[in-house]
C-alpha cells in the first residue's frame, strides 16, 4: 500500500496532509522567533543592568580619584 492510499484511508489527501504539515511548521517557525526575541530581550536587559551596576561602581571611584588628585595639586602648589 502507498502513502498515498493510506493518506486517503485515513481520510487525508495528500493536499491536506502538506498543508498539516506547513500550518505546524508555521506554528514552530513562531514559536522558536518568539522564544529568541524573548531570549535577545533578556540577554540585552541583563547588559544594560551591567551596564549600569559597573556604572555606579566607576563614577564614585572616578570623583573621588579626581578629588584625591586636586587636593594633591593643591597641597604641592
Not at 498543508?19 to 522558536?32: R, T
Request: glycine share 2%; net charge positive.
Amino acid at each position: 500500500m502507498s502513502d498515498q492510499e493510506l493518506w486517503e484511508e485515513e481520510g487525508f489527501s495528500e493536499n491536506q496532509n502538506l498543508k498539516w504539515i506547513a500550518f505546524h511548521l508555521s506554528l514552530l517557525k513562531s514559536i522558536l522567533v518568539n522564544s529568541i526575541d524573548n531570549a535577545s530581550k533578556y540577554s540585552l536587559k541583563l547588559v544594560i543592568l551591567c551596564l549600569e551596576v559597573k556604572q555606579k561602581r566607576v563614577t564614585p571611584l572616578k570623583s573621588g580619584a579626581n578629588e584625591v588628585k586636586s587636593k594633591a595639586s593643591c597641597k604641592s602648589s
